[in-house]
């Protein structure tokens, strides 16, 4: 099974691919996707046409995403979590299911710390899928939530900090569809 992690962020998002049908987890892409647009519409778009993109590559059967957390800056997380919302539906739209997960949970899991830094988690993502070096920050972000899925998915995870609710499949293909009641 192949899984999609999304590190969300309105100038560079994250995204770290691993094979997961194996018993360990086995390392298949990672990156992170550009955004050079300044307008905030053509910002979102952005990041909505490269997950689209990473999607369409690498078939990805789940996509896992850092959850929002409450940042100091008010402006930088209403980005954050604009950038989340934009991944969020262009996974959907692509009739994905999507899990979110805490950014403490992801750092606990994959470095057993879960105030780790940046440092520790590319090194010990590097270490869990044996890379010959180190993956850049976001890179690293994005693996590790893919990796804290993966683990959640085979019961190694507590889901206290896991978010229980994910995106489910409509019953309709088509917003288009939809009739109110």
Known sequence: MIL?????GSRRTGYGVIDASGRVPRYIASGF???TAEELAQRLAQVYA?????IGEYRPAEVAIERV????????ALKLGQARGSAIV????HGLPVFEYAATLVKQTVTGHGGADKATMQHMVASTLKLDGLPQSDAA???????????????LVTRGNASSAR???SRSSSWRSYTPQ
């Open 4 to 8: 999609l992690g999304i590190d969300p």
């Open 90 to 93: 262009c996974a959907a739209n």
């Open 33 to 35: 996707i550009r955004i």
């Open 141 to 155: 972000d994005a693996l590790g939530i893919a990796l804290t899925h993966c683990f959640s998915q085979r019961g």
């Open 69 to 76: 957390f409450v940042a100091k800056n008010a402006d930088s």
């Open 50 to 54: 490269g997950i689209g993109e990473l």
């Open 167 to 169: 995106s489910r499949k």
